[in-house]
């Protein structure tokens, strides 16, 4: 890693550290040349996503979106936001995961509203009634008992 301050290649780390559930490394450099201590972080990278929408439109794979859907998904429940945030890596984990390239709107949505039915059937139907546009008492019904049959 080369010093910020003077370009020079002999920087040595003097702490390591983990953040944002050990997805990140921050390391404290110090420059042997010039003497400038400096910061740097080291992450992951993941493979760019494209997503195929129902309009039939592209765009770039957002992991945002699912934590937003879940966060409103678990509005009134007394979820942690930690577990929410598990659950979040875990959706994204199984959708990186996934055969073939592009992935659709609809097999996400597929993905997301299975693991909400493992974890909390409630949550599934909140989810279920946005995601499936349920608008119907009879569609809603449907959704209900086909959660009853996996009981």
Partial sequence: MRCPECQHSDTKV????LQENAMVIRRRRYCHHCGHR????????????????????CEAFAPQKI?????KTFK????????????HQQIIKIIYGQEGRPITSQRIGDIVSEQLRQVDP??????????????????LLSAVQSISQDS
Avoid: H
């Fill in 67 to 71: 934590l937003i859907a879940l966060q």
């Fill in 14 to 17: 003097m702490a390591t550290r």
């Fill in 122 to 139: 409630m949550a599934y139907i909140r989810f279920v009634s946005v995601y499936k546009d349920i608008r119907t008492p009879s569609d």
């Fill in 38 to 57: 400096f910061s740097t972080l080291e992450a992951c990278c993941v493979p760019d996503l494209v997503v195929n929408k129902r309009d039939g439109s």
């Fill in 76 to 87: 009134k429940d007394a979820r942690s936001e930690e577990n929410i945030r598990q659950l």
